[in-house]
């Protein structure tokens, strides 16, 4: 009981997402083929307010709830990122569904992106096993 509070935050999200109009499979395609302002309003804001929390935290030196030091870790670009990447579009725009609001959009009763998510949860799990192989 004591998760109760991510399921109402999990739900008043995907609430959010849907009144955004974020799941829509329509909006989606709109920005993959350059039509609408829409996605990429909502992308670049979700930058902007990103960049801005972690410009604050690491001015304010915040710490997590636990009083601990939060550490941005600097990660190398390589070939992966490229080809990850690369794969991770392709997969959204063939979809109209990004792996975040995939739940919010099954909610929503599109039963048929129950097949989107079961090959989502296939493609995390194929990269785990491959991990170790793949280029980082």
Known sequence: MKNIKFVVYG???GIILTKAEVISWFRIQEMFRFQSFHMYGIIGSAVIVGAASIMLVKKLKLKSVNGEDIIFPTKPYNKGILIGGAMFGLGWALTGACPGPIFAIIGNGYSVFVVT????????????????RLPH
């Open 117 to 132: 998510l079961i090959f989502a949860l296939l493609g995390a799990w194929t990269y785990g096993l491959l991990r170790d």
């Open 11 to 13: 739900i008043v999200f």
